[in-house]
């Protein structure tokens, strides 16, 4: 698997948008589920959504629902990651990585990890 690589973080204020994007290998892309996690200082990774490398499976964690959507440009080879609504809460360090060739919703699953991208929701 080829490391994924995430960019589109930075420091919004509470409210903001930012799109985060995943690049990995053309094989990479096309073969593998790919997922979207979060980690703060001092607690557990978080899983946050998964797409199925066809795109038909989606999965988004019930706590960002209604504010984060996964989608994938397979043309581009690149897996994005649309926040809306920003909270201080979401402030972490967000990864991309990249899963197995079946569909899978466990963090354990996935095994090739980006170096990762903060975002820092501020006033």
């Known amino acids: 698997q080829g490391q994924p690589v995430e960019s589109g973080g930075g420091l919004v204020q509470p409210g903001a948008s930012l799109r985060l994007s995943c690049a990995t290998s053309e094989r990479t892309h096309h073969t593998y589920t790919m997922g979207w996690f979060r980690q703060t200082p001092g607690k557990a990774r978080e899983f946050i959504a998964a797409?199925?490398?066809?795109?038909?499976?989606?999965y988004v964690a019930t706590f960002v629902k209604d504010r984060f959507t996964i989608s994938r440009d397979n043309t581009k080879g690149i897996v994005y990651l649309q926040m809306n609504s920003l909270k201080t809460e979401d402030t972490a360090v967000y990864y991309c990585?990249?899963?197995?060739?079946?569909?899978?919703?466990?963090?354990?699953?996935?095994?090739?990890w980006g170096q990762g991208t903060q975002v820092t929701v501020s006033t």
């Open positions: 797409i199925s490398r066809s795109g038909r499976n989606l």
């Open positions: 990585a990249a899963g197995p060739v079946g569909w899978t919703t466990q963090t354990e699953d996935f095994d090739s």
